[in-house]
């Protein structure tokens, strides 16, 4: 009902730069939230950031500063600077959605980040 494809992962040097994209597309009537989490080998998943239907924002602690998201629509950015070994992981979109009558959570299939020189 709801097809998050997400798409910017790949490979950066510490203190580099990736931009992840994220869009929703399907029977969509309203997003009501869209978010960014992570999983790093070994560890459970984390949520990294995200973005009301108002536009207000949240970050986990370990990204404040170097990470931003935004919203265009149905698109979710995740601007990531000042990239550091430990943000390597693979990155997930989410968002709540609502489809029919119903607000409907969806994850897109992961991109990968890897972080290294």
């Known amino acids: 009902q709801v097809q998050l494809v997400e798409s910017g992962g790949g490979l950066a040097q510490p203190g580099g730069s990736l931009r992840l994209s994220c869009a929703a597309s399907?029977?969509?009537?309203?997003?009501?939230?869209m978010a960014w989490y992570r999983q790093a080998l070994g560890k459970q998943r984390e949520s990294v950031a995200s973005i009301g239907s108002g536009s207000a924002t949240a970050y986990a602690d370990s990204v404040k500063g170097r990470f931003t998201i935004s919203r265009d629509g149905n698109t979710v950015y995740l601007q990531m600077n000042s990239l550091k070994p430990e943000d390597t992981a693979v990155y997930y979109c989410?968002?709540?959605?609502?489809?029919?009558?119903?607000?409907?959570?969806?994850w897109g299939q992961g991109t990968q980040v890897t972080v290294s020189s």
């Open positions: 399907g029977s969509i009537a309203s997003i009501r939230s």
């Open positions: 989410a968002c709540s959605a609502l489809v029919g009558p119903k607000w409907v959570p969806s």
